[in-house]
């Protein structure tokens, strides 16, 4: 499935490169495993090949992949209500937001991502909400960036310039009444 020096995508940890395929005696079978080198974080890890796609461990995006992420930023995002503001509500959407990150894909943490600065433009997100707008905001530009060739910030300053312009904070003069 995969080939020596391939960079790919782990789900909530982001890319790294296949360094090695490694054979090692596991409860005495042979067992292989790909060696995973992440680029922007000093770790390496150890994943069976044969559980490699369970694990959720993906090809980088294609082009075409990164513009229906720029579209799916682009787009109005759904409205929240301000119920859904609340301590329970964000228990329930971390959950949800856990999940999809756990699938790994590109478009999963865009949504999360364009959901996220939504909220941020209603109110003061949370400690647990900043980490996890941080958190898809890093791995977006960090594939981003390797896909189309350019720096990480400006991946970062693509992402933010689609969010940006949708809405201002409750209270402002120009709030759009969502």
């Not at 796609?53 to 082009?63: F, K, M, T």
């Not at 329970?88 to 996220?116: C, F, H, P, T």
């Not at 400690?127 to 990480?152: H, M």
């Amino acid at each position: 499935m995969f080939s020596l020096r391939d960079k790919v995508v782990y789900p909530g940890h982001g890319v790294a490169l296949i360094n090695r395929i490694v054979e090692q005696n596991v409860v005495g079978k042979k067992a292989t495993f790909y060696e995973l080198t992440f680029l922007n974080k000093d770790l390496t890890i150890l994943v069976p090949t044969a559980s490699a796609a369970c694990v959720g461990i993906r090809h980088l995006s294609s082009e075409e992949e990164i513009l229906n992420v720029f579209l799916l930023l682009s787009e109005p995002t759904k409205k929240f209500r301000d119920y859904e503001f609340t301590a329970s509500s964000w228990n329930r959407r971390n959950k949800q937001y856990r999940v999809k990150m756990a699938q790994g894909s590109i478009k999963a943490i865009s949504e999360i991502y364009r959901d996220l600065k939504l909220i941020e433009a209603e109110k003061d997100l949370s400690f647990g909400e900043k980490n996890l707008l941080q958190q898809t905001e890093k791995l977006l530009a960090e594939e981003i960036s390797l896909v189309r060739s350019t720096e990480p910030d400006r991946a970062v300053e693509q992402i933010r310039s689609l969010c940006a312009p949708k809405l201002k904070r409750r209270g402002s003069e120009d709030y759009m009444g969502l």
